[in-house]
């Protein structure tokens, strides 16, 4: 017996460590997983009734009914509340209530006026597989993909459970719940309170990887969020200037020629004046799905600043099918634009450098091809011009 006890109190001591790790794991990653702490409180609370009731050859049998009874049927409860917030359903609490008042009923009624151990071991079996059932019932019942798979382990735990408690009434009608276990000096009964201990642990592992896997799957996509929203512009949609400047680098660390085209809206103040920024703000969003409805595959735009854009273009032949694209691009975008019934006009001068012939950096490429602009703007707008290489 002190053998199979000190054995039992190791495998709790293993899903007390483990459950730990589920806490440091919860306060790490700071991400309040709604039903992880009534999980974390529920494994605790089950884990000490369970060491409580398995030392029940040491304390009083009172002690063990009272105490250890009532932290099982709360554990339990716990272990409810948590499964139905992790998959966010509405939780039904009614019925395990009005269980919960018979159970203890039946508990007051066959310990003080008709004691009777083996009635109250499968009144506490049969409420423990009710409320497993239930478990298993609200955890099957979510419809997202990302939770349900976290939620297999649980499943197969639970059903675990549910078969040790189904066996325990089992022994206990026929009788052999005392009987010796394996010809061993352990009896029946206290062969599945090991099984249940052991149930613990796989169901402590198995929730600290889940919500472990599920942290870093989390994590990873807000990574992924915000590495998304770090590069992109966040009026247009479109990749913003930090983008750009990496997707040059690209091109000149494969050494393929390219050419910086930057546009900038002629006359775009007068719009922001006259019909002010919110308007000014759309006129900019529709221009820019206009540029982006234009872009060839292998083209890259971005939105540099302002009513600045910047297209990379790295396939063509020579300067006359680069202008003529550009051309192309121009007669499709350069076309009235309405805003709440507002008619706005829009043209665009934009200036060209080239890699590697006027620059071989992304700060030199972008600065010649805003002089090229400029030279538009100053010659009367509208217009394409090449950087101009100076002597």
């Not at 609200?138 to 939620?151: F, G, Q, V």
């Not at 006259?274 to 759309?282: A, I």
């Not at 009513?307 to 099918?321: C, L, M, N, R, S």
Request: aromatic letters at 12%; hydrophobic letters at 50%; glycine letters at 4%.
């Amino acid at each position: 017996m002190v053998n199979q006890l000190a054995l039992i109190y190791i495998l709790a001591f293993v899903t007390f460590i483990l459950t730990l790790g589920l806490i440091f794991t919860h306060i790490y990653v700071k991400q309040v997983y709604k039903g992880i702490n009534q999980w974390i409180y529920g494994i605790l609370i089950e884990t000490v009734a369970f060491i409580l009731i398995a030392s029940r050859a040491y304390l009083p049998d009172f002690f063990i009914f009272l105490i250890g009874n009532l932290l099982l049927v709360i554990g339990l409860i716990y272990f409810y509340r948590g499964t139905i917030l992790f998959i966010e359903e509405k939780p039904m609490y009614k019925d395990i209530y009005i269980l919960s008042a018979v159970t203890t009923i039946m508990m007051l009624t066959f310990y003080f006026m008709f004691p009777n151990r083996d009635v109250r071991q499968i009144t506490m079996s049969v409420f423990i597989i009710y409320i497993t059932v239930k478990i298993i019932y609200a955890s099957s019942k979510t419809t997202n993909p990302n939770i349900s798979k976290y939620l297999i382990p649980l499943k197969l735990a639970s059903v675990l459970f549910i078969v040790l408690q189904t066996t325990r009434i089992i022994f206990i009608i026929t009788g052999i719940s005392g009987d010796p276990f394996m010809a061993s000096d352990m009896i029946m009964d206290e062969a599945l309170m090991l099984l249940v201990a052991v149930f613990m642990l796989i169901l402590a592992f198995f929730m600290t990887i889940g919500v472990n896997i599920r942290a870093v799957a989390e994590l990873k996509t807000e990574r992924l969020k915000l590495e998304h929203l770090s590069l992109t512009d966040f009026l247009t949609t479109l990749p913003n200037r930090r983008m750009l400047i990496q997707y040059m680098d690209l091109l000149i660390h494969q050494e393929k020629k390219f050419a910086v085209v930057m546009m900038d809206m002629d006359d775009f103040k007068s719009v922001n004046d006259k019909y002010g920024h919110t308007v000014g703000d759309e006129v900019i969003k529709a221009y820019a799905n206009r540029l982006a409805s234009v872009k060839r595959k292998q083209d890259f735009v971005a939105r540099y600043g302002g009513d600045e854009f910047i297209v990379i273009i790295d396939d063509y032949a020579d300067d006359t099918e680069l202008v003529n694209l550009i051309k192309n691009k121009l007669e499709t975008i350069n076309s009235c634009i309405i805003i709440e019934k507002i008619s706005v006009y829009i043209n665009a001068s934009v200036g060209i450098s080239v890699y590697p012939l006027h620059a071989k950096d992304v700060t030199s490429m972008i600065t010649y091809a805003d002089e090229a602009l400029y030279k538009v703007k100053a010659s009367g707008k509208n217009n394409i011009a090449f950087y101009e290489m100076k002597n």
